[in-house]
């Protein structure tokens, strides 16, 4: 029963790099997110998606990217990496906007 | 705008103790409120939610919480603490999005450590 699944787990960018990250999950969720956790904030929404071919802007959506193209994964990009976006992102899905969100484990990324 | 404060950074107990986490909110409307646990380098798990139902709500491991609309607070306990509740916990609001999408608010986090 994997639940979220993200991948990678960590990665070193050096500022300007791209990258992607993938968050896949098995439970037919139609609500995926990604947050970034940085320390004494809390985990802020960058991007979410209510279903297949959709995304919006959360709360810190500048120099991320997104896209939604299978419903079972949603997809973030960094385009262009600076130190600022070093934190840990974290993917979540739930059945509904207001139920129970399953986190993945993480991805810890360090843009140096 | 629906905002919650945890308002200790750190507890500190001692095994078989009770625990205390604060949490207060603000939410112009009945909200939806929640209590996540992080252990170290894992992901976010729910331990409870609040959905207008019964007030005390009670969650996984022992833990329960007590939503009190008078005082806006929806504080964290367990009357016997475990080496394993050592771990972050985050309190959460559910908040609507001009687009009509409810998003979850997090608090800051309080880092509960438990010593023998």
């Known amino acids: 029963n994997a639940g979220v699944t993200q991948t990678p787990k960590f990665r070193v960018l050096k500022t300007g790099q791209s990258m992607t990250l993938l968050c896949a999950q098995d439970m037919n969720h139609e609500y995926m997110y990604w947050y970034r956790q940085d320390p004494g904030m809390g985990l802020r929404l960058i991007h979410y998606?209510?279903?297949?071919?959709?995304?919006a802007k959360g709360e810190v959506p500048d120099g991320y990217n997104v896209s939604r193209l299978k419903k079972q994964n949603f997809l973030l990009g960094l385009e262009s990496a600076a130190p600022s976006q070093t934190s840990v992102y974290f993917c979540?899905?739930?059945?509904?906007?207001?139920?129970?969100?399953?986190f993945g484990q993480g991805t810890r990324l360090t843009v140096v | 705008a629906q905002s919650v404060t945890q308002l200790d950074s750190h507890v500190s107990v001692s095994e078989g103790t009770p625990v205390l986490l604060r949490c207060n909110y603000s939410?112009?409307?009945?909200?939806?409120l929640f209590w996540y646990v992080q252990h170290p380098n894992k992901g976010l798990q729910l331990l409870l939610k609040y959905t207008s139902a019964a007030t005390l709500v009670k969650g996984i491991n022992g833990f329960e919480a007590e939503f009190k609309k008078s005082e806006t607070s929806f504080h964290l306990t367990k009357p016997s603490a475990h080496m394993s509740d050592a771990a972050e916990y985050f309190c959460?609001?559910?908040?609507?999005?001009?687009?009509?999408?409810?998003?979850?608010?997090f608090g800051t986090g309080t880092r509960l450590l438990v010593s023998p």
């Open positions: 939410s112009s409307y009945s909200p939806s």
């Open positions: 998606s209510v279903g297949e071919g959709t995304t």
């Open positions: 959460v609001v559910s908040a609507a999005l001009n687009t009509g999408f409810q998003k979850l608010v």
């Open positions: 979540a899905s739930s059945s509904t906007a207001n139920t129970e969100a399953f």
